[in-house]
């Protein structure tokens, strides 16, 4: 969702500017006409010319007292409290600038309060803070304004918002063991090879025994190491960050590293499952909200998180935009699981698209949550194998050589 400065004035006569998001140019013309506004100048809010002290100062604040998703769901869950025991939104808002202990978070809800309490629409000037409240918030946030049902949204959204946290946990949570171990074997390793190796090379070489080809390739391992490992250390660090930064700047890079993920042996099949759940949810709950199927088709581009699927969702709207249907462009993509593509033509043909995709999301839960256990389960008798053959191989290389000396005398 963009945001557009605009002029108008209002059938009065009377001339006002302000600024207002849309998707696009064309829809933020349509939403101004509708308000009965005269249009004299609209073009593309422009945010650097307003960069200032203040906004480099929440920059700062937000890199280094970042807002988290659980302080996200504890203010919609108490939140929905307050407004459901008929406390008003304003007074709601203020008091959970006390109760969130995130300074940070804790500014920008007496900002959304003083903008509410000046009479802004409380989705209006949460689209202010994008970097706390995405664009599916506040769309939800919307939804529920119209339709009278503010405390049941909030309620929904801290649950989701927390189900989508729990599974990117889980997933953090599972490789979190292996890498440690992984990090520590390696770290152990280098020490080995730039404090151990060198000095037991030159009692081996004096020896003048025939050393074992393990041990061999161990000893020129351990003087490259010695002698060019803080250039190797620097190559990879300079490939590291240019790789990380184009990936980040580049959406063609994007879009090959998110296509990389879903190859992968093993966790490719989870990712598709995980970017799919993710997919069924968002559109199945806007949907459901009343939120209009292409504008929830693009919330739910920017919402997935692969830039790959992005594009086809993106694909998917076009084509409904023409009159056709989400399920013939699926039904071209490998990327979209088969069950997915044919859930959807169901919920199409019926006319019930948001509780089929329910029913996906169910699905899809339930395997992630069977996957994630498995790999669970399974990491720690691989990882024992890992490192018991490389253990054996260091000990081999070390020890083998020192065994054909003693028993030399």
Known sequence: MARFQ???????????SDTLEAFSIEAAISALQNKQLIITEIKPFAENGNFNLDRLARLFNLIFNRVKNEDIVLFTKQLAVLIQAKVPLVQSLRVMTQQVTNHTFSS???????????????????????EVFSTFFVQMIRSGEISGRLEETLTYLSEYINRQYLLKSKARGAMIYPAFIMAAFVIVGV????FVIPNITSI?????QKLPLVTRILIGLSDFTKSWGWLLFLILGFVTYFVVVSIK??????????????RLPIFGELLKKIYLARFSETLSTLSSAGIAISQSLEITADVVGNSVYRRIILEANESVRKGSNISSVFSRHKEILPMVT?????????????TILKQVTIFFTEEINRVFDNIVTLIEPIMIVVLGVGVGILVAAILLPIYNLVNAF
């Open 191 to 194: 020490l080995m090879l730039i």
């Open 249 to 262: 700047k580049s959406p063609e890079w994007r879009y090959s590293y998110d296509g990389l993920k879903l």
């Open 6 to 16: 605009y002029t108008a004035r209002t059938q009065e006569g009377k001339l006002e």
């Open 342 to 354: 044919q859930m959807i033509a169901i919920g199409e043909q019926t006319g019930k698209i948001d």
């Open 204 to 208: 081996l070489i004096e020896s003048g």
């Open 108 to 130: 920008i809800i007496n900002e959304v309060a003083n903008d509410v309490d000046a009479g802004v629409v409380f989705s209006r000037t949460l689209s202010k803070h994008p």
